[in-house]
Structures are given as structure tokens and as C-alpha cells.
């Protein structure tokens, strides 16, 4: 069976052999191979099919979010602690990139604080007793 326009429809029998061309409407039996057939109706259809995904918004919010946190990823942060104990203060810190940089960075940093050497002074209470 062929049918180009769903207006005729041309038949053939099993071993390729042209049998006859009826219209759907016509109600005309045709005998194939000794089966008498009546074509009433053609639907047609085409190979493409139309769907939807309702899972499409979430992989592409998923996808987004990779990208930001791919992004992010590449930001440097760095961390610095100071801890006194007493006279004596302990520097530390970590960073997530760039170590030698941020090694270089802290010993700047470091160099501008002011040391404080030997010069531990007596505060006296000067509040006025009364006699």
C-alpha cells in the first residue's frame, strides 16, 4: 500500500506487483491475494513526534548552578589568625590558592606591625586618696 496524498491510495500484492489504486471514500472492493479488501478511511501521519520534558527547567538550573560554583572555585581566599599569648603573639593562616603568595603577603603584612621590645611599663593608679 502507497498512499502519496491520502487522496488515492495504490496497492500492490505480496510480490510487488501493481494491483490497483482506490480512494478511501470509494468503498470499491479490490482482491489481493485472494482477500477482498475495502479501504474506508486514511490517516495520516508523519515521522516527527511533538513531547515535552518537564524535567528540561531543571536540568538547566542544574547546569547553572555547575557553572557558578565552576566559577567559584577559581576565587582565592585567604585566612589570618593572631593569638597572644601574654608578650608573645602567634600569626597563622591558611588560603585555598596562590601558597607563595600569600606567604609573601603575610611577611608585608608582618613587617608593618610594630615590635614592642623591652618596653614594659608600670601603670600607677594616680586616683587621689583621702587622709
Request: with cysteine; charged share 25%.
Amino acid at each position: 500500500m502507497l498512499a502519496r496524498d491520502l487522496q488515492s491510495i495504490v496497492l500492490y500484492d505480496q510480490d510487488g506487483k501493481f494491483v490497483g489504486v482506490r480512494r478511501p471514500s470509494s468503498k470499491l472492493p479490490i482482491e489481493i491475494n485472494g482477500n477482498e479488501i475495502v479501504i474506508e478511511d486514511a490517516i495520516g501521519s508523519t515521522g516527527l513526534d511533538l513531547k515535552t520534558d518537564p524535567g528540561v527547567p531543571i536540568v538547566y538550573a542544574g547546569f547553572g548552578a555547575l557553572m557558578l560554583t565552576t566559577c567559584i572555585s577559581y576565587l582565592s581566599h585567604s585566612q589570618i589568625w593572631a593569638l597572644q599569648d601574654g608578650s608573645t603573639v602567634v600569626v597563622g593562616g591558611k588560603t585555598n590558592r596562590a601558597k607563595l603568595e600569600f606567604s609573601e603577603e603575610m611577611n608585608r603584612l608582618l613587617d608593618k606591625v610594630p615590635e614592642l621590645i623591652g618596653t614594659s611599663e608600670k601603670v600607677v593608679d594616680s586616683k587621689p586618696t583621702a587622709t
